[in-house]
């Protein structure tokens, strides 16, 4: 009979640091407050503590904890080493920094993310100076601890931002970054030789092309979540306890007692959506950011649930109730959209069965990448609505997709096409302007073939037989997938606030082509051809980028950054901050293939859609993402929580939606967007 698997975790609070300019004062309450939901919740589990306290005492030279529980290099690094040898594989490891991060330029081999600079957690070093553990060191432990097979969860409440000026009004009441120190990061070097001496490469180390999102650059194996981006400022604020509490941990600490008290089993992913959604309100900022693998639990083994279920979330509930999602014009969101509201982890089908009032809301405004929305429903028992709650749109405004259907079309078919609230259907003679449309009929194998409005039949579909007892389940959900793949397809920003190709630019160019730069909107490769891609910000300011890639077996899934490293990458503009250099741009390599599938029929090419996604404010565009249809054992509820599409967003083209549906200044909150489309056309020959 296998053992249970053991707990184990390091909790690091720094709040004496040797000048006292530098002291913290809410590292350590973190550390408590972590360690007691840790042992109420995880028992049995073994702690480390490491800790420094500030006793606001200028004269302080010392932590007032033993020797062997200070938060040093050498008793850090000695511990993690300690629990990787003991621990058995399948062991979980949590790792909590709460306290002051640094940057620097770097020169140092292959440790050389694309905003050239070098980061670290900063520890107490003597009674004379502070002292580093290098992000390249951490990494390298953390690589230690997923070799032995072990499941790691890291929480990092620190930032690198040391130099940024400090805004007066700022709830925050200190900032957890520091200038870096030259002096401080030479000391004892001599007995670190993975700093000292040219660096092998590691997997989290050595990156071949792409670009990181962070400073531990790919948390392969494991699963991150980090106080903020790279350009934003991460601090501590007073809470309700009248303690004062890093941001990031005070919220993290909040959400995961609220997904016990609901007895939700929730994954890293959802408890990071809550934790966002949460910290918005008082520092709409600070954007945590989450790497690595998103569907296990928090400080637990992997899991499914809800892992492919696109969702938007509750980003500012006030007691006026005003209701806030975190999704808008660049989503598709359309006026009077209803969404009902719940806690992450639940379904909503249990939901009904369990005969709970579902809140629900309606779109009343739609800015650019939020939404207001009016309460239409209240929770059973007057519950308050609170950020963090998921939505999931139950009613849309938006037209429906058009399905012509043919004068032999079974009645069956026709009554479902009523039912499905995405799928209008219209019969071949009726005259049709709306878009896109599709048609339906019988091969002459008596399989479902399907056209799109122009009559080509559309290939690499699902084989679905008359005779298949679910075929006209099937044949509804693969209508309303190709619909929404073709909407998002054409969602584009045509608000005169728009970005515009003056604010950044785009270049695709084969790998291994000479003078084949593309700065049009199609390029061409080989098959495993490289394709080279590079984003440029002409602003003075951060833009935001992700990438879909909308696949020849529609799929839809993001490129750029991959699922390890964030939903998003923050460009910083070209110039110099906290003596860092910056490009002002990010470029990465990908590498087109032709799907096995496809290439079996006989194909010789296929077209990738790649879809940038720009914004001035970071937002996820997760819920864009579809399934590929493919496979003969293809069913609805493939790589979906839900059987239907109608638990995720159906999005259309905002620039063809009549104005009646798009009330609200697209630049009434200050946010702007844009996205291109690039075809990319990958052939064998």
């Known amino acids: 009979m296998a053992s249970t698997p053991s707990k184990w975790a390091v909790l690091i609070g720094v709040d004496f640091y040797v000048d006292p300019k530098r002291r913290l004062e809410g590292s350590v309450n973190d550390i408590e407050d972590i360690h007691a939901w840790l042992k109420q919740n995880h028992s049995p589990i073994s702690i480390s503590e490491f800790l420094s306290i500030n006793e606001n005492d200028p004269a302080q030279r010392f932590p007032s904890e033993r020797r062997s529980a200070w938060p040093t290099y050498d008793n850090i690094t000695q511990e993690l080493g300690r629990i990787t040898q003991v621990a058995r594989p399948g062991d979980f490891v949590y790792f909590h920094f709460s306290g002051h991060g640094t940057l620097k330029p770097t020169k140092m081999g292959d440790y050389r993310d694309d905003e050239g600079s070098d980061a670290a957690l900063v520890l107490f070093g003597n009674e004379d100076s502070d002292c580093y553990l290098r992000g390249i060191e951490l990494a390298r432990l953390f690589d230690d601890i997923v070799a032995k097979q072990l499941r790691l969860t890291v929480v990092l409440d620190c930032c690198h931002a040391g130099s940024i000026s400090r805004d007066p009004q700022s709830a925050y009441t200190r900032i957890r970054g520091v200038p870096w120190s030259t002096k401080i990061a030479s000391a004892g070097l001599e007995s670190r030789p993975a700093l000292s001496r040219s660096l092998a490469p590691t997997k989290n180390i050595s990156r071949n092309a792409m670009t990181n999102q962070h400073w531990l650059l790919n948390p392969e194996g494991y699963t991150l979540i980090a106080a903020c981006g790279p350009n934003e400022i991460a601090g501590e604020c007073e809470g309700e306890d009248n303690k004062i509490h890093g941001a990031l941990s005070y919220f993290l600490l909040r959400v995961l007692v609220s997904a016990l008290k609901e007895n939700i089993r929730a994954n890293s992913g959802s408890i990071y959506r809550q934790l966002r959604a949460r910290l918005h309100v008082p520092f709409p900022n600070q954007h945590p950011i989450l790497l690595g693998n998103g569907l296990v639990t928090f400080i637990g083994a992997a899991t499914t649930e809800g892992s492919r279920q696109p969702i938007c979330s509750i980003v500012k509930a006030s007691a006026k109730d005003q209701i806030w999602l975190n999704v808008g014009h660049a989503h598709g969101v359309c006026l009077d959209d209803e969404y009902a509201l719940y806690h992450d982890g639940s379904r909503m089908t249990e939901i009904q069965k369990n005969g709970e009032i579902v809140p629900k809301v309606r779109i009343k405004a739609i800015h650019a990448l939020q939404s207001e929305t009016k309460i239409i429903q209240s929770p059973e028992g007057g519950a308050s609505i609170t950020a963090g709650l998921t939505a999931a749109l139950v009613t849309h405004s938006r037209p429906k997709t058009c399905v012509k259907l043919v004068e032999s079309a079974s009645k069956e078919l026709e009554e479902a096409l009523g039912k499905s609230i995405w799928l209008q259907a219209v019969h071949d003679k009726e005259n049709l302007l ?60 045509r608000a005169d606030n728009a970005l515009t190709d003056a604010d950044f630019s785009i270049e695709l160019k084969p790998v291994g082509n000479t003078g084949n730069n593309v700065a049009s909107d199609q390029a061409e490769v080989k098959h495993k051809q490289q394709l080279s891609v590079t984003f440029t910000n002409n602003t003075f300011q951060s833009l935001n980028l992700t990438i879909l890639n909308l696949q020849p077996l529609r799929g839809i899934s993001r490129l750029y950054p991959s699922r390890d490293r964030g939903e998003w990458k923050v460009i910083l503009p070209e110039g110099l901050a906290a003596g860092v250099e910056l490009p002002g741009k990010v ?15 006989g194909r010789s090419e296929v077209d990738d859609v790649l879809k940038f996604f720009v914004t001035t404010r970071p937002s996820s565009f997760a819920i864009l993402e579809l399934p590929e249809l493919s496979g003969e054992d293809w069913s609805p509820s493939r790589g979906s929580s839900s059987t239907k599409l109608s638990d995720s967003l159906q999005h259309l083209n905002v620039g063809r939606l009549p104005s009646s549906m798009l009330r609200g200044e697209p630049n009434g909150s200050g946010e702007r967007w844009a996205c291109r489309n690039f075809v990319v056309r990958t052939s064998l020959a």
């Open 434 to 493: 709306d878009s896109p449309t599709f048609r339906v009929e019988l091969d002459e194998m008596d399989n479902y073939a399907i056209r799109n409005g122009s009559g080509q039949l559309l290939c690499d579909l699902p084989s679905i037989s008359v005779s298949d007892k679910h075929a006209i389940d099937k044949v509804i959900a693969v209508l309303e997938h190709l619909g929404k793949f073709a909407s998002i397809e054409n969602l584009e920003n």
């Open 587 to 601: 470029s990465f390599a990908v590498k087109m293939s032709i799907p096995d599938q496809i290439r079996a029929k």
